[in-house]
T-cell receptor
């Protein structure tokens, strides 16, 4: 079974530029998550999709971050414009079912390390 | 914050010793999960314990859950150098909330 795929693995940009990350979840997984992990901290949920609908985006800085999951499969996360404090690893994860069910083990991709100069 | 808090923040032990890390949380949960993260990699699921369970084993892992104290512990027995990683608890109610992590170093 193929895992969660993410690209790119690394990205360096200057502040005020824009950047996009891509995620392909495990086939059949209805729930997709984007996390931001700052060095030395635990992952912080940015947005959760159930199929192609947004379930929770309460911690997404909507003035600069956006995400979509067209057709309920692949997802993209965009930052525009980037700030220095956006430097972090962006992790994508998927699960068969949402957190409220019993089959909610998450499978993570390798992450994208973003450096904003 | 709704995140769990792990302690200790960092732990260094000799190979063969046991490692214990703890997680405390604030909200009610359906289940609690533990994940491992090797440096520069994504998280890997280790074990899930439901809110009506008190203890669970998986290989060298033993997890306990005390919902009255809102705390959980992860015990790794007979540690190996390959266990060196960061360990996170995740509390699961309507959403996932990851803790701050424990950095474990196992010295060969």
């Amino acid at each position: 079974e193929a895992g969660v795929a993410q690209s790119p693995r690394y990205k360096i940009i200057e502040k005020r530029q824009s950047v996009a990350f891509w995620c392909n979840p495990i086939s059949g997984h209805a729930t997709l998550y984007w996390y931001q992990q700052i060095l030395g901290q635990g992952p912080k949920l940015l947005i959760q999709f159930q199929n192609n609908g947004v379930v929770d985006d309460s911690q997404l800085p909507k003035d600069r971050f956006s995400a979509e999951r067209l057709k309920g499969v692949d997802s993209t996360l965009k930052i525009q414009p980037a700030k220095l404090e956006d430097s972090a690893v962006y992790l994508c994860a998927s699960s068969l079912e949402p957190p409220t069910s019993g089959l909610n083990e998450q499978f993570f991709g390798p992450g994208t390390r973003l450096t904003v100069l | 914050s709704q995140q769990g808090e792990e302690d200790p923040q960092a732990l260094s032990i000799q190979e063969g010793e046991n490692a214990t890390m703890n997680c405390s949380y604030k909200t009610s949960i359906n289940n609690l999960q533990w994940y491992r993260q090797n440096s520069g990699r994504g998280l890997v699921h280790l074990i899930l314990i439901r809110s009506n369970e008190r203890e669970k084993h998986s290989g060298r892992l033993r997890v306990t859950l005390d919902t009255s104290k809102k705390s959980s512990s992860l015990l790794i027995t007979a540690s190996r150098a390959a266990d060196t990683a960061s360990y996170f608890c995740a509390t699961v109610g309507n959403q996932f909330y990851f803790g701050t992590g424990t950095s474990l170093t196992v010295i060969p």
